[in-house]
């Protein structure tokens, strides 16, 4: 079965940038749909974007125009690119996988069924 590791958490100032890494281990091509989720210390989860095997792309409001979601098949990773962050954006992060589906189009963390370890981002100054 697959798994999913991510990396690039840290500490970072408002402001700033970072990018997150999901990398399939082993590593094979992706040909399903792949989602970015975070989850805050009250224990909320919520969807930050998703990338469907067509390239179609969805993110949640409060991330639109900073986060970009991208993948790289030859290395089995997929990225979350995070710029001008803000406080609001601490939380820890997760990729999912939805491995019989090409297509998310949901931001639903209920419809993905194979998620990684997590890695921590916290913005402050």
């Known amino acids: 079965r697959a798994q999913l590791v991510e990396s690039g958490g840290g500490s970072v100032q408002p402001g700033g940038s970072l990018i997150l890494a999901c990398t399939f281990s082993p590593s094979t091509r992706i040909k399903n749909c792949m989602g970015w989720f975070r989850q805050v210390s009250s224990g909320r989860r919520e969807g930050v974007a998703t990338l469907d095997t067509d390239g179609d792309k969805l993110y949640a409001d409060s991330v639109k125009g900073r986060f970009t979601i991208s993948q790289d098949n030859a290395k089995s990773t997929v990225y979350l690119q995070m710029n001008n962050l803000t406080r609001g954006d601490s939380a820890m992060y997760y990729c999912?996988?939805?491995?019989?589906?090409?297509?998310?189009?949901?931001?639903?963390?209920?419809?993905?069924?194979?998620w990684g370890q997590g890695t921590q981002v916290t913005v402050s100054s």
């Open positions: 999912a996988a939805r491995m019989e589906f090409k297509f998310c189009r949901t931001l639903d963390s209920a419809y993905y069924e194979t």
